[in-house]
Every structure is written in C-alpha cells, then in structure tokens.
C-alpha cells in the first residue's frame, strides 16, 4: 500500500492536473491526410496572392488598414482636431474651417474612395467564393457518383446471395446518377415568379 501510495504521488506531482498521463492515440493517416490539404490549400492561396495585380494588393492593403482600430483612432484624432480648432478651443490657433464645409468635402470624398476599395475587395472575394463553391460541387458530384457506384456493387451482391430488402423498389432511383442540370432547372422552375426576375 505504501508503495503505490508513493507511486500515485509521483505521478500527481510529476504531472499536475494534466489529466490521462499518455495522450489518447490517433486515428492512424488522419494526420497525414490533413497535414497534405492544409499545405495544398496555402500554397493555392499564395499562388493566388502572387497572381494578384498591384492595384488590387494595394486595394487589399487599403481595405485592410480602413478595417482596423488603428484607422478608428486615426480619424477620431485627426477630426476631433480640426473640430476643436475650428470652434476656437485651443489659444493660439485661428479656425481655418469654421462653417466645417472643407472638413465635410474630405470626409465625402475619402468616403467615395473607400468604398471603391472595398468593392475591388469584395470582387476579389466573391470570385475566390465562386471557385471554391464550383469546387464543393465537383467533389459532391464526384462523391454522390462513388457512392451511387457503391450501391451498385452492394446490390448485385445482394442478388448474387439472394438477399432482397424493403427498399428494393428505391434501388433503380439510387443507382442513377443525379444530373446537376435537372436539379437546377426544377429549383428554378420552383421559384416564385419574382424571384426569377
């Protein structure tokens, strides 16, 4: 009793509140497997990024510094300034924008600017969108092709052993393959007219 009194102390000193002493084991390849898609998908974003141009890294990095604090702070510096020194607040500085007409030119034209920005950003984006969601799509064709393939194989099994189930009526529907084409065409056919146009 002593001795694995001794031993169970060591333990909780050597490894305080770390709960289970070895790690719980791996799905063997899971590793591997993820490691090699998350290098895939970085070496696809900066084959992107390099392909970019200069105005849209420059738009990007403009979009970037307008959607930080830094940029917040930055302004409410700069017009709280001109707003306190125009209203004669600080001695020693004369009001150069009184009626605050120059200070809403800047602010409307800086606004114009930005927003043009953001828009070259979003259009960056939506396209890098699109190719992953056509990306989605081919691999869930590819999967729903495998799987039908799968269903094919177990069902002549099932015939080959003479095994018949309930859902043998289902098998001619599950073992064709879905056509993108007529899924689109019936959502769109399903749509309220107004949305269509």
Not at 68 to 84: D, M, T
Not at 169 to 182: C, K, R, S, W
Request: overall charge negative; proline content about 7%.
């Amino acid at each position: 009793m002593a001795g694995q009194r001794s031993t169970r102390e060591t333990l909780a000193h050597t490894h305080p509140r770390s709960g289970p002493v070895y790690p719980p084991p791996q799905p063997p390849g899971l590793s591997s497997v993820l490691e090699r898609n998350i290098e895939a998908l970085q070496r696809r974003r900066q084959r992107e990024e390099k392909q970019a141009s200069v105005q849209e890294r420059i738009a990007d990095a403009i979009t970037r510094f307008t959607g930080s604090l830094r940029f917040v702070y930055l302004h409410l510096a700069y017009f709280g300034f001109w707003i306190i020194a125009n209203l004669g607040w600080i001695p020693g500085i004369p009001a150069w924008d009184p009626s605050f007409v120059v200070l809403a030119m800047l602010a409307s034209v800086e606004a114009i600017f930005l927003s043009t920005f953001v828009l070259i950003s979003q259009n960056r984006m939506a396209a890098a969108a699109d190719k992953r969601a056509d990306l989605d799509l081919q691999i869930s064709l590819l999967a729903e092709h495998e799987v039908t393939k799968l269903v094919t194989l177990v069902s002549a099994m099932a015939d080959r052993m003479g095994v018949t189930t309930e859902v043998d009526a289902e098998l001619a529907e599950i073992t064709q393959d879905v056509a993108p084409e007529a899924v689109l065409d019936e959502l769109e056919a399903d749509k309220p007219p107004s949305e269509s146009h």
